[in-house]
């Protein structure tokens, strides 16, 4: 595991024990929002990727009855207990401690997936989508809610951010994301505002 991995393994590991708080509601709500967005039906295989305890994979299972397959991964082990243990009476959950960068499952097994609000951790984020593309189905969408860096203040904000946050790497812009995208094979099906100024970023392989 290379530093950057053990920044954010660490920082995540210690914020598991909190991340149910009601004072985190924001990001639930947020994740509310980009699932509304999914064309969902039962039977589905769906991957959350940067899950947490694993709020959106166990909401995403209870509107789909648990008809499914429902996977979060996360490079914390903190959360990822926290996730099995929210999740133990849900059929077909499955929480796994690993990271963006080696996804560990087969090619092409994924009708969808998520990832909401942790993409600017990762420090290899062409290597990060090519791993999304190459884990969806043909057709299958991803979609990426993050802040998004579109306007001098975000980029202003991202400068600050990286100066003070280790596990921080970079907010990207509506044109960067459409780049990762294109360079991984995907397909740029639009880019959407929530709520300023995070925007969700879908595509389709």
């Not at 929002?33 to 940067?50: A, F, H, P, R, W």
């Not at 959950?93 to 087969?106: D, Q, S």
């Not at 300023?196 to 389709?204: N, T």
Request: net charge neutral.
């Amino acid at each position: 595991m290379n530093e950057s991995h053990q920044i954010n393994e660490s920082k995540w590991d210690r914020r598991s024990q909190s991340y149910d708080d009601k004072r985190f509601d924001y990001f639930r709500f947020m994740q509310k929002k980009v699932i509304s967005q999914m064309d969902l039906t039962e039977n589905l295989n769906i991957l959350d990727i940067g899950c947490g305890t694993g709020w959106a994979v166990m909401y995403i299972t209870n509107l789909l009855n648990q008809n499914g397959n429902f996977y979060g991964i996360d490079i914390s082990s903190g959360m990822v207990e926290k996730a099995k243990t929210n999740s133990e009476r849900l059929e077909n959950v499955h929480f796994i401690k690993a990271n963006a960068e080696e996804l560990p499952f087969n090619d092409s097994y994924f009708d969808k997936i998520i990832c909401t609000n942790s993409f600017h951790h990762y420090p290899d984020p062409t290597k990060v989508m090519s791993e999304i593309n190459r884990v969806l189905k043909s057709n299958g969408r991803i979609y990426i809610l993050d802040v998004t860096a579109d306007d001098i203040f975000i980029k202003w904000i991202n400068k600050k951010v990286q100066n003070i946050e280790q596990a921080h790497v970079s907010f990207y812009s509506s044109r960067d994301y459409q780049d990762f995208f294109t360079k991984s094979g995907l397909k740029l099906i639009k880019h959407k505002r929530l709520t300023y100024p995070l925007k969700i970023h879908i595509a389709e392989k």
